[in-house]
């Protein structure tokens, strides 16, 4: 993991899988000025300065995020609005390499404006199914239970879930759970997981940002986690570093997310080399592009510039993102291979997009945005 000098890929061409992004917090924020002035919503200058938050880790700092996200929540009040939210991160997963997108949904907030949180969890499945054709990336959903709401409910959204279990596009692959970590008891929410785990959902909860080792311990207890969103701060227990290498749980390490809330002061104090120096899979994810003020590709640079990877490095984490993916094998050894294809050419000639074909290679690197001729369907197209 030294920083090379002579290698600069294209990190936007790095072929990669998506794991961590909420569905509000994926709004462009032209997108939301856009709503908001269409329902005449004031929304907090925090939200369209374009600035990144920047937050005490304190329940105070939280509460102070939590209403710009609600702020922001408020803004979507209709199905066009859902499906207009879900086309655009799908797009613009796309232009940063993303192949394999898996956004994360409380249908909750939304169900009052489309009939309930069934229509909910279909328009979102159904718009995931749409961007996928449209886009090239595939989207798939995990639904999200929240920790501010009765364990009762998320019981109902894990059984929800259930109904749509797959691998594809446009079906549900994952159950999570958000919302601040310091509320509700994680033990209270195992019954809503393992309804998610029989169905053959990924458990997908958050933890280890904002609390540290003790609140992981609970959740990969309680949750029997496959992914933890976060997890970062199991650095600071060896043993329990350990036991998520040893279970092969999945980190989603969204670093901006952690500088943003305060968890951690400096992008250099975010414990990337730490985690993936112990050998825990780490999948990268931008979590909220919307109040954090950066996307995918931004948390690969950061890993870059900040952390000193090298494109070896940086190719095992797109890896590594893939390999957790609930994708189907078909299309993450499709994803792999174009990984391959990144780390095989030569620096500035890593294949790329129809539009800059003319410092691209044609055989075969860029991400499965890219390749009209690729096999797997879903995979090819891209307007
Ligand atoms: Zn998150």
């Known amino acids: 993991m030294t920083p090379t000098t002579e290698a600069r890929r294209d990190l936007t061409k790095l072929p990669k899988a998506h794991l961590h992004l909420h569905f509000t917090g994926s709004m462009r924020a032209a997108t939301l000025r856009d709503l908001a002035r269409r329902y005449g919503v004031r929304l907090p200058a925090a939200l369209l300065d374009g600035d990144p938050l920047r937050l005490p880790a304190t329940e105070r700092g939280w509460f102070r995020f939590q209403r710009l996200y609600d702020a922001a929540r408020a803004c979507v009040r209709s199905e066009d609005d859902m499906r207009r939210i879900v086309d655009e991160a799908a797009q613009d997963d796309a232009a940063e390499g993303s192949g394999r997108l898996e956004i994360q949904v409380d249908p909750t907030s939304y169900a009052p404006f489309v009939g309930g949180i069934t229509p909910a969890v279909e328009i979102v499945l159904d718009a995931a199914r749409t961007a996928t054709l449209a886009h090239g990336v595939e989207v798939a ?86 992914r ?39 992008d250099e104090d975010v414990p990337l080399g730490a985690l993936v120096g112990a050998g825990a899979p780490v999948a990268l994810g931008a979590d909220d592009p919307l109040l954090f003020g950066s996307r995918l590709v931004a948390q690969y640079e950061s890993a870059r510039h900040v952390h000193g990877f090298d494109d070896d490095t940086l190719a095992g984490l797109a890896r590594a993102s893939v390999r957790a993916s609930r994708a189907r094998p078909s299309t993450k050894e499709q994803l792999e291979r174009q990984i391959d294809g990144w780390l095989e050419a030569a620096p500035g000639a890593e294949g790329g997009t129809e539009s800059d074909t003319e410092s691209g290679t044609e055989d075969g690197a860029g991400p499965g945005t890219a390749r009209g001729g690729d096999a797997t369907p879903g995979l090819s197209s891209r307007s």
């Open 228 to 266: 933890i969103g976060h997890g970062v701060r199991a650095v600071e227990e060896p043993r329990l570093l350990d036991e998520i290498v040893r279970r092969g749980v999945v980190l989603e390490v969204c670093p901006a997310s952690n500088v943003s809330l305060g968890v951690y002061a400096r």
């Open 141 to 226: 959903v995990v639904v999200a239970a929240s920790r501010t709401r009765h364990p009762l409910d998320a019981r109902t959204l894990a059984r929800l879930a259930a109904r749509y279990a797959g691998d594809g596009p446009g079906e549900v692959v994952g159950f999570g759970l958000s919302n601040d970590e310091r509320r509700g008891g994680t033990e209270d929410f195992g019954p809503a997981f393992a309804i998610a785990r029989r169905a053959g959902l990924a458990s997908v909860p958050h933890g280890g940002e904002l609390l540290g080792p003790g609140h992981l311990h609970e959740v990969i207890d309680a949750l029997e986690p496959d």
